[in-house]
C-alpha cells in the first residue's frame, strides 16, 4: 500500500509550491481493486475515494460507509444520463458533468431527492473529439446555463491528452477557473499529481500509485 509514501509527496509538493498544509484533497481511486487493498487505505484512516462505474460502486460503497463512518465518495468516471438517479444517491461528488443532458437530469434528481452532490466541470482542456468535456470556449455559456437549472458547481476537472506534458492543461483549467470564480481543481494523476499540486490543484485523483496496478481481467 503506498498511501503513506503518496501523503508525503503531496505535502511535499504543497511546500514546494507555497500552499497550505492540508490543501490538497487525495482522493485515492479504488476503482476496479481489489477489497482487501480498498480495505487496508479504510483501516489505515483514509476517507476520500473514487470510482468510475456507478454499479461497481453501488455494488461496494453502502457496506463500507457502514463500516467506516466519515467516508465520501467521488464520481471520477463517465456518467451517463439514466444513471443520475443512483449518482446523486450514492455520490458526495461528481466530477464528471460535461453536458446539458447530465445538467438537466441531475438538476431533477438534487430537487426529487434533496441530495446535493458536489460538482466540478469536467473540460475537455485538449479539444480531443474523442474525450468528454465542455470546450474551454463554451465553459461561461455551460456554467451559465447550469444556474439556470440551480446547480452550482465548484470547481472543474480534465484529463489531459496521453502522451503530452499535462502542464499546460493544468495551466489552462486554473485560468479557467479564475476566469469563472470557480475554487476548486481536480487534476493530477498517479503519474503527475506534483506537477498538478504545483499549478493549483485542490483534488488530486491517485489510483495505481496507491494500490498497485488494476486487474480489469481480474474483476470481482
Ligand atoms: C482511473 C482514473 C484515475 C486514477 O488513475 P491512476 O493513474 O491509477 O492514478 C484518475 N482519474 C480518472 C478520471 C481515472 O479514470
Not at 469563472?180 to 488530486?204: K, R
Amino acid at each position: 500500500m503506498g498511501l503513506e509514501d503518496i501523503k508525503r509527496r503531496i505535502s511535499a509538493a504543497e511546500q514546494a509550491a507555497g500552499r497550505a498544509p492540508g490543501s490538497v484533497t487525495l482522493i485515492a481511486v479504488s476503482k476496479v481493486q481489489p477489497a482487501a487493498r480498498v480495505e487496508a487505505v479504510l483501516t489505515a484512516g483514509h476517507t476520500v475515494f473514487g470510482e468510475n462505474y456507478v454499479q461497481e460502486a453501488q455494488d461496494k460503497w453502502p457496506a463500507w460507509r457502514r463500516h467506516f463512518p466519515g467516508v465520501s465518495v467521488h464520481m471520477i468516471g463517465p456518467l451517463q444520463s439514466n444513471k443520475a438517479k443512483p449518482a446523486v444517491q450514492l455520490f458526495d461528488t461528481i466530477h464528471t458533468l460535461d453536458r446539458m443532458t447530465l445538467a438537466r437530469k441531475l438538476a431533477q434528481q438534487v430537487d426529487e431527492q434533496g441530495r446535493t452532490p458536489q460538482l466540478f466541470v469536467q473540460v475537455n482542456t485538449g479539444d480531443e473529439p474523442q474525450k468528454a468535456g465542455i470546450l474551454a470556449d463554451e465553459l461561461p455559456g455551460f456554467l451559465a446555463s447550469c444556474h439556470e437549472l440551480a446547480l452550482a458547481p465548484q470547481g472543474l476537472m480534465c484529463i489531459p491528452p496521453e502522451g503530452l506534458d499535462p502542464v499546460p492543461h493544468f495551466r489552462l483549467l486554473r485560468q479557467l477557473a479564475n476566469d469563472n470564480g470557480l475554487q476548486n481543481l481536480s487534476m493530477g494523476m498517479s503519474a503527475d499529481f506534483e506537477a498538478a499540486i504545483a499549478e493549483g490543484a485542490t483534488h488530486v485523483r491517485v489510483g495505481s500509485a496507491i494500490f498497485g496496478a488494476r486487474d480489469y481481467a481480474g474483476t470481482e
